[in-house]
């Protein structure tokens, strides 16, 4: 697997980088994978050469370690992850003048995706979480594979049935929400598209 980020104002040390290999690998996913932090990076980088960042390191940080830690059907996998990127800046990057805390602030905040007001955000706050959810408006086949792969982290961990139906209520729900990204770039880029594939999924086209 690659680990050159596309979006990199700080440079990283490479036992920093191997180790988040590892943890992105446990328990093995099909979707919250290093990958997915790989492409929310890419985003990132979209955003740089847009709108721009204000704390452009911190949220580096923040796209590497916002899924480190993730078992599917815990509610505190967000916490966790943000409480290993704390560890991991104080152990290797002591020196470089992160705030810590707005790592930590961004990697939590992932856990309320459509729960959220514009207001209720910062510019760097709303422009990450956008990135996160970018997937929602991938071209159809992407996000198809995307959906899949949820489900298939999920399989054994609920019933079918109940997976099927709380994954459906959470489309819903976002699909009802007057903004489903929170920064002005973010809507823009991604919100019609976004609701066209929530649509279709919800008719049940596959």
């Known amino acids: 697997m690659n680990l050159s980020p596309a979006f990199a104002p700080l440079q990283l040390p490479a036992p920093?980088?191997?180790?988040?290999?590892?943890?992105?690998?446990?328990?093995?996913?099909?979707?919250?994978?290093?990958?997915?932090?790989?492409?929310?990076?890419?985003?990132?980088?979209?955003?740089?050469?847009?709108?721009?960042?204000?704390?452009?390191?911190?949220?580096?940080?923040?796209?590497?370690?916002?899924?480190?830690?993730?078992?599917?059907?815990?509610?505190?996998?967000?916490?966790?992850?943000?409480?290993?990127?704390?560890?991991?800046?104080?152990?290797?990057?002591?020196?470089?003048?992160?705030?810590?805390?707005?790592?930590?602030?961004?990697?939590e905040l992932t856990a309320r995706h459509g729960a959220l007001l514009p207001e209720q955000v910062s510019a760097d706050q709303a422009l990450f979480l956008d990135c996160d959810m970018a997937i929602l408006a991938a071209p159809w086949p992407v996000f198809c594979a995307y959906d899949a792969a949820i489900a298939q982290e999920y399989r054994g961990v609920v019933p079918g049935w109940l997976f099927a139906w709380r994954r459906r209520a959470f489309l819903k729900a976002v699909l009802k929400r007057p903004r489903i990204y929170l920064s002005g770039w973010g809507h823009a880029r991604f919100d019609a598209a976004a609701r066209a594939n929530l649509a279709r999924r919800l008719r049940g086209e596959a």
Request: with cysteine.
């Open 16 to 107: 920093m980088l191997e180790q988040l290999r590892t943890q992105y690998a446990q328990p093995p996913r099909a979707y919250h994978h290093f990958g997915h932090a790989q492409a929310v990076l890419q985003h990132c980088a979209e955003v740089a050469a847009g709108p721009g960042w204000q704390q452009p390191a911190e949220v580096q940080l923040a796209a590497l370690y916002h899924d480190a830690v993730y078992v599917p059907g815990r509610s505190d996998n967000e916490a966790m992850s943000a409480e290993l990127a704390g560890r991991q800046i104080q152990r290797w990057l002591p020196a470089a003048g992160i705030d810590t805390g707005a790592v930590v602030r961004l990697i």
